[in-house]
Every structure is written in C-alpha cells, then in structure tokens.
C-alpha cells in the first residue's frame, strides 16, 4: 500500500490510517499519521494505492503536528472531491432540460472530478437552485429527478446514475472472514406509511403503506406534497425503501483491506439479499482491519 503526496513524492513511514466510505455518505474521509517532516506542512492532494488501484484521492482538510520530547508526528486528514462540492456554493438560477454535460461542466468538472456517465439526451423539466445551495445538493437533486439516484464520486470519477459495482462478496464461514459480528433491527428508522397531497384542492388524502413485515405494528408517518414541484409519488415509495434499507444492520470486522468491497450485493453465512453500505479500514500498531456494514439491498 502506498500513499502519495502530490507535490512532494511519495509517503514514509507510516504509522497509524484510518479510511472510511460509506454510500449514504457524499465524502469519504482518510486520516493518517506519519513522523513529523517539515514539508508535510504543504501536503495537498492524497493518493492511497493497493496493488496499483486507487482507494482514494482527496485534498488535505488539516495537517496537525504534534512535537513532544518522545515524540515528533504529523496527522493529515483528507476528504475525496466530494468534499469540495460540499464547501462550495452554487450559483442561484433555475436550468431548463438540464443534461449531463452541463452538470459535469458546472459541478464536476471545477473540482477536479475527470469522468462521469455522459448521457444522449437532457433531462427535460427544470432544476431550482436556491441561494444557500451547494455544488453537491444541486448535483444530488439533479440525479435523483433523473435517475432516482444518489451519485457518487470515486477517485476522479462520478457516478451519477447509482452506485453499484458488479460482482457479489461473501462474509462469513465461506467468504471474507469475521472476527465480530453484530446485528442491529433498528426499529425507529422504519416508516409506516406516507401521506400524498396530489391535488391543491384537497389534503393529504392519499397514502401508501408500507409492506415490510418488520414495519407491521410500526406507526411513524411521513407526509408528502407532490403539488410543490419538488417531490412526487416515487419520492414516497423511495422514503420507505429507504427507510426498510436504514432498519437492519450487520457490522462485521474482518482482517485486512476490505475497503474494495463497498457496494456489492453480498451475504453472510447463507443470509442473501444485502448489500456493502459503509467500510472503515483501519491499520495500526495492533494491525490491520476493516469494519464492513451490510444493511438491506432494495426492499
């Protein structure tokens, strides 16, 4: 494994990393540490390879230098591109049949991002951005109106149309093996049921119901007015899917980088239908490991 300082050649002598990406999170997040050398204090972007593939590219958030008589260190934490879409706001102005191309040249491109799912055709309505709005929350609803996708960048590249890798990872006795196994039914993330406003002239008199057995004695309510403009009936069922999604978790740690992992459909000792939502790495003096969350695939 290598890391890479842009400007200044490559990193030695590390000595503690800790990598986290999970897919509900725009930004993944690297902190590492290495012996204090004093151009680390002009460290800017990060590279961390494993057997010549990128795992992450990002800018330095903090450099932080520690010099005490036993012992002199420098902690640097980064996040991907993502991040800077995340800092920057975006011009206020509405997009009429906004395509692709012209996401990638007003949110992408400017933060360094080089590739994305480039697409024949504009997506025909309009895209509010309001004062206030960032780069990525305008780069979100763009996909979500489109697609009904949450994007992803990775390294120098956007996913725009979700974030699925192929392939499929087993955990467990005839996989990846685990060291800790934990299981989470997080009940207060389920959502019984959505209330649509379809009309101005009436309330919110329709609904749907969610269908989960786990949701069957569930009453949290969620209320949606699809006259606004910005929400429709998918907006609904996408709350409860999602909801299903958050409900259920199993947090494994296995030895080693499993970082590569992140998005695959996946199962655990013969339990199917999950899916790798969130990985941490995390390489010390005690050694190397990765904490995996699997919650639910699409439900």
Same mark, same amino acid.
């Given at each position: 494994?290598?890391?890479?300082?842009?400007? %200044?050649? =490559? +990193?030695?002598? +590390?000595?503690?990393?800790?990598?986290?990406?999970?897919? !509900?999170?725009?930004?993944?997040?690297?902190?590492?540490?290495?012996?204090?050398?004093?151009?680390?204090?002009?460290?800017?972007? $990060?590279?961390?390879?494993? !057997? #010549?593939?990128?795992?992450? @590219?990002?800018?330095?958030? =903090?450099?932080?230098?520690?010099?005490?008589?036993?012992?002199?260190?420098?902690?640097?934490?980064?996040?991907? $591109?993502?991040? /800077?879409?995340?800092?920057?706001?975006?011009?206020?102005?509405?997009?009429?049949?906004?395509?692709?191309?012209?996401?990638?040249?007003?949110?992408?491109?400017?933060?360094?991002?080089?590739?994305?799912?480039?697409?024949?055709?504009?997506?025909?309505?309009?895209?509010?951005?309001?004062?206030?709005?960032?780069?990525?929350?305008? $780069?979100?609803? @763009?996909?979500?109106?489109?697609?009904?996708?949450?994007?992803?960048? =990775?390294? %120098?590249? &956007? @996913? $725009?149309?979700?974030? /699925?890798?192929?392939?499929?990872? &087993?955990?467990?006795?005839?996989?990846?093996?685990?060291?800790?196994?934990? =299981?989470? %039914?997080?009940?207060?993330?389920?959502?019984?049921?959505?209330? +649509?406003?379809?009309?101005?002239?009436?309330?919110?008199? &329709?609904?749907?119901?969610?269908?989960?057995?786990? &949701?069957?004695?569930?009453?949290?309510?969620?209320?949606?007015?699809? *006259?606004?403009?910005?929400?429709?009936?998918?907006?609904?069922?996408?709350?409860?899917?999602?909801?299903?999604?958050?409900?259920?978790?199993?947090?494994?740690?296995?030895?080693?980088?499993?970082?590569?992992?992140?998005?695959?459909?996946?199962?655990?000792?013969?339990?199917?239908?999950?899916?790798?939502? #969130? *990985?941490?790495?995390?390489?010390?003096?005690?050694?190397?490991?990765? !904490?995996?969350?699997?919650?639910?695939?699409?439900?």
């Amino acid at each position: 494994m290598t890391y890479t300082d842009k400007k %200044r050649g =490559e +990193l030695h002598g +590390l000595l503690s990393l800790s990598l986290s990406m999970e897919l !509900d999170v725009p930004a993944d997040s690297l902190s590492l540490t290495v012996p204090y050398a004093d151009r680390l204090s002009q460290a800017d972007y $990060l590279t961390v390879q494993e !057997d #010549g593939e990128t795992i992450f @590219y990002g800018q330095t958030d =903090e450099i932080a230098t520690f010099l005490t008589a036993e012992r002199r260190v420098t902690r640097i934490t980064a996040r991907s $591109l993502a991040g /800077a879409l995340l800092d920057n706001e975006a011009e206020p102005l509405m997009y009429t049949n906004p395509s692709s191309a012209l996401m990638f040249e007003r949110h992408l491109r400017p933060f360094g991002v080089e590739v994305y799912d480039a697409e024949r055709h504009p997506y025909y309505g309009t895209l509010r951005i309001d004062k206030g709005m960032s780069h990525w929350q305008v $780069l979100a609803n @763009y996909c979500m109106n489109r697609y009904g996708t949450v994007p992803r960048i =990775e390294g %120098r590249r &956007a @996913y $725009l149309r979700g974030y /699925a890798p192929e392939g499929k990872v &087993a955990f467990g006795e005839k996989g990846v093996a685990c060291t800790e196994v934990q =299981e989470y %039914r997080r009940r207060h993330k389920l959502i019984s049921a959505v209330r +649509l406003r379809l009309n101005r002239e009436n309330g919110y008199t &329709a609904g749907i119901v969610n269908s989960a057995p786990d &949701a069957a004695f569930i009453r949290r309510v969620r209320y949606v007015n699809a *006259v606004s403009g910005s929400a429709t009936p998918e907006t609904a069922q996408r709350m409860l899917r999602a909801s299903n999604r958050a409900a259920y978790q199993l947090r494994l740690r296995c030895p080693g980088l499993q970082v590569q992992t992140l998005g695959k459909r996946a199962s655990f000792d013969g339990r199917e239908g999950l899916r790798v939502s #969130g *990985v941490r790495f995390s390489l010390s003096e005690q050694g190397a490991y990765t !904490d995996v969350i699997l919650r639910k695939d699409d439900v």
